[in-house]
């Protein structure tokens, strides 16, 4: 008997449909043929010096071991005054604040802490990838409530549709990833009335909560009391100060989910990053959040006043570092699906995106890819220079 077909027989995944994720597929794509990689979203350029400093100061300091299971109380203390002063809720930091592994721990944790096999969660299409595997390895089911395009808002009467007595939690993504689209404040009256009255909790994303554009401001869940007695927020430093790869964010959430959320916490990664900590808690003095909104909003109309001369459709980019485009009005590539618009746009455009069909269960196609435009002006003007060629 062989090793390999011994294997294969003790196998039996919780994942069979799911594969290389698109995100690394066209990532690998774009590095082979040296194309633009406008696809996954991460900075091509570099964080803060001052954050760099702060790290190998706390490394020098001594900073090098297992820090707190909660995280280190600067820098739990430096989220609460942030949040108090953005949103007005005060957080307790000794029970409501958890310093995760990156904003996706904080939501695989929160789903383990809450969903039983057979629970329902309702999340909404388009959504970010790892929303519905998590639910499925923890017995729960995904139930999907639609965001249509052009405009990409949820319907709500849809949504209360959707509810049964098997609802566990509701989901919710603002800054959208990946329509760049945002939930105003009659959005969050409208949640909170569905809510009202049942025991669902609430699952919020808002990794891009600084990145908000046109003088709106974010509606975080944190705004509203009726909404925070039963929700976990999550946010990510990684996003907001151009470390993705630190992978270091938090969860919030009153005392009694946190007290769930900790105990599933403690055995998937115990705790985070010791130095990472210590050099965020000291650089969030300089505020730097506060101007991102600034920041990414002029890299965005940098990049679409570039492509506007192209053929392709650019959809508004309210939040987020993304802006979605439509090709079916160009008569070539209507027929095409988008996965194979987007290789070749890779192959002969030399520019990566993500197909939209990636963030959909059943790979709906609305002829939409993704772009970032978290890159320098010089990355971003090539960019543009290929697509206006389409």
Not at 25 to 52: E, H, K, T, Y
Not at 291 to 314: G, I, M, N
Request: proline share 5%; with cysteine.
């Amino acid at each position: 008997m062989t090793i390999r077909p011994l294997l294969n027989s003790l196998i039996l995944s919780k994942l069979p449909h799911i594969g290389t994720t698109v995100f690394v597929a066209m990532s690998q794509l774009a590095q082979q043929v040296g194309a633009i990689n406008l696809g996954q979203g991460f900075p091509d350029f570099s964080c803060d010096p001052r954050l760099i400093v702060a790290m190998t100061e706390a490394m020098q300091a001594g900073h090098n071991q297992y820090a707190p299971m909660a995280g280190i109380l600067a820098l739990r203390e430096a989220v609460v005054e942030n949040v108090a002063a953005l949103y007005g809720h005060r957080y307790e930091t000794a029970h409501e604040v958890t310093i995760t592994a990156g904003a996706t721990q904080a939501i695989q944790t929160a789903l383990t802490a809450i969903v039983h096999a057979g629970d329902e969660v309702i999340i909404f299409e388009p959504v970010f990838d790892s929303y519905e595997p998590v639910i499925r390895m923890n017995g729960g089911m995904p139930v999907y409530a639609k965001l249509r395009y052009p405009n990409y808002r949820p319907d709500w009467a849809e949504v209360r549709a959707l509810i049964t007595p098997r609802t566990r939690a509701i989901m919710i993504n603002s800054p959208h990833n990946p329509t760049a689209t945002l939930l105003s404040a009659d959005d969050m009256h409208e949640l909170a009335n569905l809510l009202r009255d049942t025991q669902i909790i609430l699952i919020s994303d808002e990794v891009y909560e600084h990145m908000v554009f046109d003088g709106v401001k974010h509606e975080s869940v944190a705004r509203y009391p009726e909404l925070v007695e039963r929700a976990f927020v999550i946010s990510s430093f990684g996003k907001t100060y151009h470390v993705t790869g630190w992978k270091i964010a938090y969860c919030l959430a009153p005392k009694a989910l946190m007290q769930e959320f900790r105990k599933t916490h403690q055995f998937a990664v115990f705790s985070v990053h010791t130095p990472s900590q210590y050099a965020i808690a000291a650089f969030m003095q300089y505020a730097t959040h506060l101007t991102l909104a600034s920041f990414y909003e002029a890299k965005r109309d940098y990049f679409l006043a570039k492509v506007a001369p192209s053929r392709l459709q650019w959809l508004p980019s309210k939040g987020s570092y993304f802006v979605t485009a439509r090709y079916a009005g160009i008569d070539e590539y209507r027929e095409l699906d988008d996965v194979t618009f987007a290789a070749h746009l890779t192959r002969q455009h030399g520019v990566a995106c993500i197909p939209l069909s990636a963030f959909y269960h059943d790979a709906f196609d609305e002829s939409a890819v993704r772009f970032c435009f978290a890159k320098k002006e010089t990355t971003l003007a090539e960019a543009a220079e290929r697509l206006v060629k389409i």
